[in-house]
């Protein structure tokens, strides 16, 4: 089964005979669709490109090569029309054959067409979300997650051999609040007068953990909240932490991102990696001792200043866990490490790197995509988010409002590297102004014509004529490769949603122009064949971002 464009043999058959014609080496030929349709449905440059090694006037190369496509080895029969314009620009008309053996080709291929591009295939480690367990997810996380959960997919579907993991920030200041707080509640519960630190998590959430404990040890801590000891404050954090994590899990789960292994922080500092860590860069001479504090020496590698591994009183700094979990993460043999970080992890990246760079592998091998914010406006204003205040709107309750797939479509149809707002009021409406429902209609009008339709289409030769709506649907869907690729090396999942939405809105057009059932064979035979293709495409879209293809709407 094809899993390139139909159009990439013409672009080598068109590369031959143009090469010929120049007398050059085999040329590279682009074919793309020209800006104005009336120019033809394909369109290339390739007499200019070649003129300079023939040195010979382009145009003229041009009407040599427009004059032998008729009957060109490779593209006899498909080429209605060649026309010269321009300084040299090729516009070619191609004729119903062709475009009744593109749409069966990509109708049989189904939710192979596009896959398997990767060049070469690669063991990849995505590590996303990544979220501190003090909290449920948030928005924030949630694009996150849609974000490094498409990127998996997409990295897949390409032939890649991808792992998933998040990395559990459960060590440090911000677990001992978490512990505090959580161990106030439990008390309040018991009818204690705790009080939650002022730092510490304000959130009803933190109410639902201190109940479940409650629910758990009963009034066993009741005369030791007040204040709490070392201990209680270790399993008020452990236990609240074990409860939140499940929490999050579940919630990623209903928002269909699956991860591979979960990686604690706390074992990097038990297990003693973090000082084998930072023992590694004081033999390598990567960190020195200064003013009784322990620096890395990350100007080394084009970061901007040093910076402390472990402060003048002995603790450890968040960089000193990332140097050990770095180092792990560079030692399992992955060929490339993608690290999906927040907007204000922009600094961090040349710092990841230098730690890569002194364990001795190629820093090269890591990647740190960048989510930028996203925020919530409903009625033209925007909603606050706080975690320790309460005031977060959760990942569960945004898929809630909206639903997973409104939710998942929303937070990739923009580029990672913008920020942006989700229009909650956009997001919850069923009609053409909201993208995912679009997109998703264009597919259950497929399945319902389709299940109206009489068996599998026959071979029954090219139709005489196409409508220009079908001429367009069918260039488009030969993009589908392209789209692909471009959203793998690009790391954009962006452009899947980009290329469905430009694909429904194609189909669309083709349906309120041209009748399926009831028409001629060999209209019907190719108008269901390209029905087939747009709904294996829609889906296999919808698929790589994580959301459903109804049949039914």
Known sequence: ?????????????????????????????????????????????????????????PREIAEAIAGSLASADGLAGYIERAEVAG????????????????ARAIA??????????????????IEFVSANPTGPPHVGHARQAAYGDGV???????????????????????????????????????????????????????NGIAEAMRDEVGDAYRDRVDPPDAEVLAFFAARGQALMLSTMTRDLERFRVRFDAFFSETTLHEGGAVERGLEALIGSGDAY???????????????????????????????????????????????????????????????????????????GILEVPIVQLVSLTEGG????????????VTMGELMDDIGVDAARFFLVQRSHETAFDLDLDVARAEGNENPVYYVQYAHARIAGILAQAPGEPGDAGPP????????????????????????????????????????????????????????????????????RATRSVIATGLGLIGVEAPDRM
């Open 108 to 125: 049989e291929a189904g939710d192979d067409y596009g896959r398997g591009q990767a060049d070469p295939p690669e063991r990849i480690l």
């Open 381 to 392: 204003e925007a909603k606050r988010m706080s975690k320790r205040a309460g005031t977060l």
């Open 289 to 363: 001792e200064h003013e009784g504090a322990l620096w890395f020496r990350t100007t080394a590698y084009g970061d901007e200043k040093d910076r402390v591994l472990r402060r003048s009183d002995g603790s450890s700094t968040y960089l000193a866990a990332d140097v050990a979990y770095h180092l792990d993460k560079a030692g399992r043999g992955d060929d490339r490490l993608l690290d999906v970080l927040g907007a204000d992890h922009h600094g961090y990246i040349a710092r990841l790197r230098a730690v890569v760079a002194a364990g001795g592998y190629d820093p």
């Open 152 to 206: 998996a997919r997409i990295l897949g579907y390409a032939g890649h051999d991808v792992t998933r993991e998040f990395y559990v920030n459960d060590w440090g200041r911000q677990m001992e609040l978490f512990g505090a707080s959580v161990a106030a509640r439990y008390g309040q519960l018991l009818g204690l007068p705790v009080e939650v630190p002022a730092e510490g998590y304000q959130g009803d959430y933190v």
């Open 464 to 531: 005489p004529d196409l409508d220009p709506s079908e001429r367009t649907l069918l260039l488009t869907l030969c993009g589908w490769p392209e789209a692909v690729r471009e959203a793998e090396h690009r790391r954009s999942p962006h452009r899947v949603a980009s290329y469905l939405m430009d694909l429904a809105r194609d189909f669309h057009a083709f349906y309120h122009r041209c009748r399926v059932v009831g028409e001629p064979p060999d209209v019907l035979a190719f108008r269901l064949h390209l029905l």
């Open 87 to 102: 300084p040299g620009f090729i516009n070619l008309t191609l004729s119903p054959r062709w475009f009744a053996g593109a």
């Open 1 to 57: 089964m094809p899993t390139d464009s139909p159009i990439t043999p013409l672009s080598r058959a068109l590369a031959r005979e143009a090469s010929g014609i120049a007398g050059t080496a085999t040329a590279m030929v682009v074919l793309e669709p020209p800006a104005n349709a009336e120019f033809g449905d394909l369109a290339t440059n390739v007499a200019m490109t070649l003129a300079g090694a023939a040195k010979r006037n």
